[in-house]
T-cell receptor, first 112, second 112 residues
Framework: GNSVTQMEGPVTLSEEAFLTINCTYT??????LFWYVQYPGEGLQLLLK?????DKGSNKGFEATYRKETTSFHLEKGSVQVSDSAVYFC???????????FGGGTRLMVKP | EAGVAQSPRYKIIEKRQSVAFWCNPI?????LYWYQQILGQGPKLLIQ????????DSQLPKDRFSAERLKGVDSTLKIQPAKLEDSAVYLC??????????FGPGTRLTVL
């Protein structure tokens, strides 16, 4: 079946540091890949997505590239801010339906 | 545009009691999802509705969980009787067919 594995947190960084959160997946076919963010006390929000190999999703300074050869979709940001502190979830959607499979989440804490 | 509404936001019950959660999706969204998010884990799909019909309920513990979406709009998720391991955040999401899922703020259930 489908599965998503992402690095465990918490990840603690200083403001303006470079961020990488690793995500790898197992799926049949050609899934779409997503990063969701969950700010404290709020619901999940879509951060970015990529629907085919070599696509790069980007939003709010965050980027992730769909790497089929390594089955990865790592999240990166060049300079994090305190407001980026949240839990980040990697997810995939199989091409057979709209069901999402999520990773376990990675908590990011950014200190001023 | 109003987002996905859920109530209550918090619920504390004792084991073997019953509980119900309510979700009102974004207007016009035919697809509705219920997810269970256990602390420290990613959301897991429990059931997916298309209008008032069930598309996927393969991960719903049917001996104690039930869900309905009468009239294809609002939905309720019920647990009867609750167990300690049901403590989690229950997320509702909605989407247009095959499109991005929008999540509500969730209901945090604590079973004592």
């Amino acid at each position: 079946g489908n599965s998503v594995t992402q690095m465990e947190g918490p990840v603690t960084l200083s403001e303006e540091a470079f961020l990488t959160i690793n995500c790898t997946y197992t799926a049949t076919g050609y899934p779409s890949l997503f990063w969701y963010v969950q700010y404290p006390g709020e619901g999940l929000q879509l951060l970015l997505k990529a629907t085919k190999a070599d696509d790069k999703g980007s939003n709010k300074g965050f980027e992730a590239t769909y790497r089929k050869e390594t089955t990865s979709f790592h999240l990166e940001k060049g300079s994090v801010q305190v407001s980026d502190s949240a839990v980040y979830f990697c997810a995939l959607r199989s091409n057979a339906g709209n069901m999402l499979t999520f990773g376990g989440g990675t908590r990011l804490m950014v200190k001023p | 545009e109003a987002g996905v509404a859920q109530s209550p936001r918090y619920k504390i019950i004792e084991k073997r009691q019953s509980v119900a959660f309510w979700c009102n999706p974004i207007s016009g969204h035919a697809t509705l999802y219920w997810y269970q998010q256990i602390l420290g884990q990613g959301p897991k799909l429990l059931i997916q509705f298309q209008n008032n019909g069930v598309v996927d309920d393969s991960q719903l513990p049917k001996d104690r969980f039930s869900a309905e979406r009468l009239k294809g709009v609002d939905s309720t998720l019920k647990i009867q009787p609750a167990k300690l391991e049901d403590s989690a955040v229950y997320l509702c999401a909605s989407s247009l067919l095959g499109n991005e899922q929008f999540f509500g703020p969730g209901t945090r259930l604590t079973v004592l």
